[in-house]
């Protein structure tokens, strides 16, 4: 007979996520992970599967957190005024409750960029291939863009965006802002 599991999942991958955001996927140990989520490395193991599997159920939960900005900045109709609205909302959900922490997504796709384990690269390249896509649309509001322009716009906004998750993660409210209005001073 099973034994009951004596903790909730998501609340346990809440807290992984959040120790992953924090320290990354290399610098987190399984120890860490055991203290933060209050449970042995046994029910890990048989509830993820291995430190990995915990990391991708963080992602996920990640992903559910950021939903609602997606779904805002999708349904938007103003363009680049959007784009613009989606960059200051994502800078919101780094900074609630005093978590400076960036992007989860953004600091995976860095850490994983020279990584061998392509489950996680996908994920992140989607990830991105989607915001790209997004910022596409957006910007094909405005008709007196060529292709080509959008297509160069598009990719500045993606870097320009990596550089804002970085940046929330140690300079100031202002200085962010700052940038913020600075990166769409020309768009």
Same mark, same amino acid.
């Given at each position: 007979?099973?034994?009951k599991k004596e903790y909730i999942e998501e609340e346990v991958i809440e807290k992984a996520m959040n120790i992953f955001w924090q320290n990354g996927y290399e610098n987190t140990s399984m120890q860490m992970l055991?203290?933060?989520?209050? @449970?042995?490395?046994? *029910?890990i193991y048989s509830s993820f599967g291995s430190k990995n599997g915990v990391f991708l159920e963080s992602l996920k939960c990640y992903k559910s957190k950021i939903?609602?900005?997606?779904?805002?900045? @999708?349904?938007? *109709?103003n363009g680049v005024e959007d @784009?613009?609205?989606?960059?200051?909302?994502?800078?919101?959900? *780094?900074?609630?409750?005093?978590?400076?922490?960036?992007?989860? @997504?953004t600091n995976t796709y860095n850490e994983f960029s020279e990584s061998e384990d392509l489950?996680?690269?996908d994920q992140m390249n989607t990830f991105?291939?989607?915001?790209?896509?997004?910022?596409?649309?957006?910007?094909k509001?405005?008709?007196t863009k060529d292709e080509e322009t959008i297509c160069k716009q598009a990719n500045y906004l993606v870097l320009a965006k990596h550089g804002l998750a970085a940046a929330s993660r140690v300079n100031t409210q202002k200085e962010i802002e700052d940038y913020i209005e600075m990166t769409f001073k020309n768009l």
């Open positions: 007979m099973a034994r055991e203290k933060e989520m209050g @449970i042995n490395k046994f *029910s939903r609602a900005i997606f779904e805002k900045f @999708i349904e938007a *109709s @784009i613009k609205q989606f960059f200051y909302d994502s800078i919101y959900v *780094s900074h609630q409750a005093g978590n400076h922490k960036g992007c989860l @997504i489950l996680i690269k991105m291939g989607d915001l790209k896509n997004i910022f596409i649309e957006k910007l509001m405005d008709a």
